[in-house]
């Protein structure tokens, strides 16, 4: 039976409200105003109904053939022709610099109604975003390629903003520092590549913030970050080089990610008592420390250290220590360097990973002992529904390669048949 068209009437009868709405979901501009050519009624939702607008230099690739002076044009009289606008998100800084003076027009002529602004735009000179949206009721502010200057929190305050997010944004730590307490209600902040311009010779920043309960930061190079930030609830570091990252919280930290960072000294005080998720990867730890930093943390559901280093080559992780502080575990994810004393000391003792429901388990170099570090493992999670084996497969194997997987691949077969209500997957790279 085939779909009915849609009744031309019913169209017809459509609010100019709800038409609005229709062309807020079709994200890119140009899509928008092809739309809105449909009759006068649907020009009359774009222009007092819209309330979101997009423009991208990869929606059309158009807009990279047109000169600097022509899509300014298009993009301004786009706009000026809504009223109302509550998201505007421009995306263009891989296209030609725009004058400054556009810009401060589209902005100016939006800024009392927008919510949220997403802005990308490469401009000669540079604007001072900050003062031409503060005092307004944003809610969401994501900024990239631009430069934060000479911050004023008694003029440039924003006091609805809930998230911020600044990439490849050029500001000093003493500036980001005041715009932070310049955003009382900011609750999500994300911080990916910036470049920390620096009055001293030692590179450190300071934020504090009573608002905050998420933060992102990537690809951040400094001596030293003191967050202090009462009602934390989730923290993530990637790809950063840090020699001392302080946290200080009140206990409310729920979830900490750690991805390809180097840092020295990691302190994240007595934020851990509840924790509930742990992940890290591509790091090197030190296991006593590490694990005494979130030992308290009996509320913790999943546990994921993947490709981990030891600072210690004798050190091992404590199967039966991680057993008893988190008897909460239901999600455990382990990966790093095998050796005889993962297995013997490791593994040592009758203890039960009793809730731990999902097992992954990973290797950079298959051997014989992750055989038995399985079966070990196994014998220690008596309620496991799922198992998911992780492995690294080389382009080019030598015949002990393959047939060390091949015994593998037999061994885990009959190991199976032991426990046939596990649900067994392989994943290899």
């Not at 709800?18 to 449909?38: C, E």
């Not at 991805?259 to 005080?269: A, K, M, N």
């Not at 981990?308 to 220590?321: C, G, R, S, Y």
Request: net charge negative.
């Amino acid at each position: 039976m085939g779909l009915l068209p849609f009744p031309k009437k019913a169209m017809e009868h459509l609010p100019v409200e709800v038409i609005g709405n229709i062309l807020s979901r079709l994200g890119a501009a140009r899509d928008v105003v092809i739309a809105s050519s449909t009759c006068r009624k649907w020009r009359e939702a774009w222009r007092n109904h819209l309330h979101t607008l997009k423009f991208n230099s990869n929606d059309w690739p158009l807009y990279h053939e047109l000169t600097r002076i022509r899509l300014e044009i298009i993009v301004t009289q786009t706009i000026f022709q809504t009223n109302g606008l509550q998201c505007l998100s421009i995306m263009m800084d891989d296209v030609n610099e725009f004058s400054a003076a556009p810009v401060i027009a589209w902005l100016m002529y939006t800024r009392e109604t927008l919510r949220e602004l997403h802005y990308n735009v490469r401009t000669t000179p540079n604007i001072n975003i900050l003062e031409i949206c503060g005092r307004q009721r944003l809610e969401v502010l994501a900024l990239a390629h631009n430069t934060i200057t000479g911050v004023e929190p008694s003029y440039q305050k924003f006091p609805c903003l809930r998230s911020l997010s600044l990439s490849y944004v050029s500001v000093s730590a003493l500036d980001l520092s005041i715009f932070l307490t310049a955003c009382p209600k900011v609750e999500v902040l994300s911080l990916v590549s910036l470049d920390i311009v620096m009055s001293d010779p030692h590179a450190s920043m300071e934020l504090s913030t009573n608002s905050l309960k998420d933060i992102y930061v990537e690809a951040i190079s400094l001596d030293k970050i003191i967050l202090e930030a009462d009602s934390l609830e989730k923290l993530q570091l990637k790809d950063c080089t840090i020699e001392l990252f302080e946290l200080v919280n009140k206990g409310k930290l729920r979830l900490l990610k750690i991805d390809d960072v180097c840092v020295i000294h990691l302190d994240i005080g007595e934020s851990a008592e509840n924790l509930e998720i742990v992940d890290v990867s591509n790091f090197t730890i030190m296991w006593s420390k590490f694990h005494h930093m979130i030992a308290k943390s009996l509320k913790l559901r999943r546990l994921r250290l993947w490709a981990v280093v030891f600072d210690d080559d004798d050190e091992v992780v404590d199967i039966e220590t991680i057993s008893a502080c988190f008897p909460q575990l239901s999600h455990l994810s382990l990966s790093y360097e095998l050796r005889e004393a993962a297995i013997q000391y490791g593994l040592q003792g009758s203890f039960q990973l009793e809730n731990v429901v999902v097992l992954e388990l990973g290797w950079t170099v298959i051997s014989d002992l992750f055989s038995q570090w399985v079966a070990g493992l196994l014998e220690r999670c008596p309620n496991l529904r799922k198992l998911v084996i992780h492995g690294v497969v080389s382009e080019t194997k030598t015949r002990e390669e393959c047939q060390t997987l091949a015994n593998f691949t037999s061994y885990i077969v009959r190991l199976m048949r032991k426990y046939p209500k596990i649900d067994v997957q392989f994943e290899y790279d």
